[in-house]
């Protein structure tokens, strides 16, 4: 039995939100599996982060173009169950009421297969009151680069539909990251240029530079980005 609160503060001045709108979630795990409810991260953006290169970065290009499989990172009142791992093949299923949710149901989900330096994972999630966003992904490490890839549907959230392509090249404690994301309908093209230095084996230094294309009617805006980042 487990429980997770987390509270986001500003860097730049130390503001605080005791609210805990990152997370707010008890679980129970064991044999079977898992099961959590509360606000938390979805199974689709668990399915996103199986492949994309800058794993929980807040400036990949698939996240500023389709979002994490169509909708945002989070979920308010989600009840979900995540399988044990059968030979890398994994799955997990939430669902939100009507209640929880301005009244709509939601239903969020994903497959996700890991082995050696393949990852592949398939998104699904649908409001009742809307079509179904979709995403397929998938990454290999042929040791000296990382590829990635994937197809994105998510004009049932309003983000359109179209494709992300990336490749990854580690060089010692650096690596850099060039990454794509095209949504064909709108005619849009993000890209990402990051590179990352090792300072161990949990903390790096990064600079990112995000280009979020103009499409049909925007206009297209430039981000860069420097920062330390240590995972827990």
């Known amino acids: 039995a487990g429980f997770n609160l987390e509270a986001p503060f500003d860097p730049e001045t130390g503001a605080t939100n005791l609210a805990f709108s990152r997370a707010a979630t008890v679980s129970l795990s064991g044999a079977f599996g898992s099961v959590k409810m509360g606000r938390t991260l979805t199974p689709s953006w668990y399915g996103v982060q199986a492949w994309e290169l800058s794993r929980s970065a807040n400036y990949p290009p698939v996240n500023s173009q389709f979002g994490y499989g169509g909708p945002g990172s ?11 791992s059968f030979n890398g093949l994994q799955f997990t299923l939430g669902h939100i009421v009507e209640g929880d949710n301005a009244g709509v149901a939601k239903t969020d989900l994903n497959v996700i297969y890991r082995q050696g ?11 009742d009151n809307a079509d179904a966003n979709v995403s397929l992904g998938a990454a290999y490490d042929f040791g000296r680069v990382v590829v990635a890839g994937s197809l994105q549907d998510a004009s049932g959230a309003g983000k359109g539909e179209g494709f992300t392509l990336g490749v990854k090249v580690p060089a010692g404690a650096w690596n850099f990251i060039v990454d794509v994301a095209r949504d064909t309908d709108k005619k849009d093209t993000d890209l990402l240029i990051e590179a990352r230095y090792a300072l161990s084996k949990r903390t790096m230094l990064y600079g990112a530079a995000l280009r979020n294309g103009a499409g049909k009617a925007a206009t297209a805006v430039n981000t860069t980005s420097i920062g330390i980042r240590y995972n827990f």
């Open 74 to 84: 989070r979920h308010n009142a989600e009840i979900r169950y995540t399988s044990p």
């Open 117 to 127: 330096p393949l990852a592949v994972a398939l998104t699904y999630n649908k409001l």
